[in-house]
Structures are given as structure tokens and as C-alpha cells.
């Protein structure tokens, strides 16, 4: 009669193997994997939050609100400021801001007409999801709305 060989061993060895052969792999992927953050002064901001949300504040307590708007048939993106404020010396800027790709940012000077509105060709955006962050300054006051559109695919 032959003698029976014991597998525990062979099965304990192969447990190990294949432990550190997946950890192994994890550990290849996660390093092979691009870590972008979505901006390059993420921190930085972080520090100024207290001075976004007095700004937040501000806007929100205006009688007439500022908005954003998406025309998909004109391929325009459409900025409306208070009129109150858009007969006083207006500046500030229009960042178009694309939170799967910070490569793909735009920015634009805000200058709106005398009602308050300013147009943006959003012809050569990628189809998908922008932040419209508009930030402006009237009297040494300074005011920000944030508001998503989703651009669609221009026309064939």
C-alpha cells in the first residue's frame, strides 16, 4: 500500500502565493493609476473657503438673483447679472469649469451688456457636464453664483 501525501502544506503555500501575488497587483494598479486633482492649487483654496462663503452670501441677498442659462439650439451659454448692478462699473470673469478634465477650463471676461447679460459661445465645448462659476465685483463688493449646464453635442 502506498502512503497518502499531505496537501495542507502545498494548500497552505498556495494560499500565501496567491495573497501576494493579488496584493502585488493591487498595489501595480493603484501606482499605475493617474492621480489628477482638480485643480492645481486645490489647498490653497481650501484656505479662502470663509471669504467664498461671505461672497455666497452677499449674492444671495440681492433682490434680483444672478443665473445661468444653456441654449442647446443657439450653442450659447447665457450669464445674467442683476440690472441694479449692471448700470455700475461691473468686473469680474466667467470660468467654465469641466470637472472631469481640469485641461479643458475656460475662462472668459465677464462683461455684460446694459440688462445684465452676457453670451458665451459654447459651440467648442465637448458635449457633457460644465460648472458656470461667474464671479464679479461691484462698489469693492464681490459676488459668485456656481451653477451646472450640460452641453449637448453640437448640431450635424
Not at 442647446?72 to 472631469?100: C, D, E, F, K, N
Not at 446694459?114 to 453670451?119: I, N
Not at 457633457?128 to 462698489?139: D, N
Request: net charge positive.
Amino acid at each position: 500500500m502506498k502512503p497518502t501525501r499531505n496537501l495542507w502544506p502545498f494548500g497552505i503555500l498556495s494560499a500565501f502565493a496567491l495573497f501576494i501575488a493579488g496584493t502585488a497587483g493591487l498595489i501595480v494598479l493603484a501606482c499605475s493609476h493617474k492621480v489628477d486633482l482638480v485643480s492645481a492649487d486645490y489647498y490653497e483654496q481650501e484656505i479662502r473657503f470663509q471669504s467664498q462663503l461671505d461672497r455666497l452670501d452677499r449674492t444671495h441677498k440681492l433682490e434680483q438673483q444672478a443665473c445661468v442659462s444653456y441654449d442647446a439650439s443657439a450653442q450659447r451659454i447665457t450669464i445674467s447679472v442683476p440690472v441694479q448692478q449692471a448700470v455700475h462699473s461691473i468686473s469680474g470673469q466667467v470660468q467654465l469649469y469641466r470637472p472631469s478634465a481640469a485641461g479643458l477650463d475656460r475662462h472668459v471676461k465677464l462683461d455684460p451688456d446694459a440688462r445684465g447679460f452676457q453670451s458665451v459661445d459654447a459651440a467648442k465645448l465637448l458635449p457633457g457636464l460644465w460648472k458656470v462659476r461667474v464671479l464679479w465685483t461691484v462698489e469693492n463688493k464681490e459676488y459668485f453664483i456656481d451653477q451646472s449646464v450640460i452641453v449637448r453635442a453640437g448640431r450635424s
